[in-house]
């Protein structure tokens, strides 16, 4: 993925702020997913790339759990915190 401008980079960090911002106004959890779609398609609008990935991982009980995280360029919007838990499975790029 090419390297963002510092337009873009601003860009991108505002809309994980705004995501970030709403998540915790919310009366409901949102999940990893949910997030992920809402900032690629912010991310979208404005003409920016990303790359929303989709990962696996088996819990201490053998039980599958998934998760979804969101990079624009350089930046980790939305997920990418417990992103190194899970392995790959698919990246959805733009």
Not at 24 to 53: D, E, F, K, N, T
Not at 70 to 82: K, N, Q, T, W, Y
Request: aromatic share 6%; net charge positive; charged share 20%.
């Amino acid at each position: 993925m090419a390297a963002l401008d510092a337009d873009g980079r601003d860009t991108a960090l505002a809309i994980r702020r705004a995501l970030l911002r709403v998540m915790m106004r919310l009366p409901w959890r949102s999940s990893c997913l949910v997030c992920a779609i809402a900032g690629r398609m912010m991310l979208w609008r404005r003409r920016l790339p990303s790359s929303l990935y989709l990962g696996a991982r088996t819990d201490s009980q053998t039980m599958l759990a998934a998760h979804a995280w969101l990079r624009c360029g350089e930046i980790d919007v939305i997920g990418a915190e417990a992103a190194d838990q899970y392995a790959p499975i698919v990246a959805f790029k733009a």
